[in-house]
């Protein structure tokens, strides 16, 4: 079954054994995220969630990156609209996260080369990361005047506070290895055997009964309450919007587009 097609910004489809499989599609931006990627991942995610007898979700990136962060082009067009079109924005991406972060079938993250910005808020929102040894990570979003604020529940339960208080403050990349030390990825393998390491994982969770599962999910993840709660959910997408129009992202934004130092 696939709901998508090859020029999507993203692909879904489920296999004959209800393993969902989602995959960015913007390769030629490194699958940078803008609106319609967006959208794409929330039609994606719900259209897996309603079908019946799905059992997993994988979700890839297409080309030679997992996921670039956000299409800072479409950050500064969106950041001249109102305040309105902001919060619109922020809300329909940490919604795409939240609900990757609540599916109640287990989502595994398979990440070679870049994995920016959001794209670590995404892998941390799914059960497992499995990484190629080639990938590379940052939570960037402070150097362009930006924040992190509607992927950072997501990030503190993967990570914990104390690593990201780090890398969020700091936008440094790191690798393969540190997200392994960290918690950000589960396991590290070879970039040649990414897909073998993610069919081995979901050969494990199909042995396993489907209710247990999504029951186990849901406690886990009420216990942590690594999404807030409804205020809480609100005070993040907006301080997220209100940032982008801040003097702060436009000088950021502008540093990208001319390919200069920021002036801080």
């Known amino acids: 079954m696939s709901g998508s097609n090859a020029t999507s910004p993203v692909l879904w489809s489920i296999d004959r054994r209800g393993v969902g499989h989602v995959t960015l599609n913007r390769p030629h931006v490194n699958n940078a995220y803008d609106g319609s990627m967006i959208r794409g991942l929330l039609e994606a995610v719900d259209a897996v969630d309603a079908a019946t007898g799905v059992r997993a979700v994988a979700i890839r990136g297409n080309g030679r990156h997992f996921q670039a962060g956000a299409d800072l082009n479409w950050i ?18 940490a919604e795409a996260m939240r609900r990757i972060n609540r599916l109640p079938v287990p989502t595994l993250a398979l990440v070679q080369g870049g994995c920016f910005g959001g794209g670590t808020g995404l892998i941390a929102a799914c059960d ?21 604020a509607i992927i950072l529940p997501q990030l503190n339960a993967a990570m914990g506070l104390r690593q990201l208080r780090r890398y969020a403050l700091t936008g440094e990349r790191f690798g393969a290895a540190e997200a392994l030390r960290i918690g950000l990825a589960h396991e590290v393998v070879a970039a040649t055997e990414l897909e073998s390491a993610g069919a081995r994982i979901l050969d494990h969770i199909l042995e396993n009964a489907p209710s247990a599962i999504a029951e186990t999910k849901a406690l886990a993840l009420d216990i942590a309450q690594a999404d807030g709660d409804d205020m809480a959910f ?14 702060e992202a436009a000088e950021g934004l502008a540093s990208f587009r001319e390919r200069r130092q920021a002036r801080w």
């Open 76 to 93: 500064e067009a969106v950041a001249k609209g109102s305040a309105a079109d902001n919060i619109a924005a922020s809300r329909a991406t």
């Open 128 to 148: 497992i990361v499995v990484a190629a040894d080639n990938a590379m990570f940052s939570i960037a979003e402070i150097r362009w005047g930006l924040t992190a």
């Open 234 to 247: 609100g005070r993040l997408v907006e301080s997220h919007a209100l940032k982008r129009q801040s003097p």
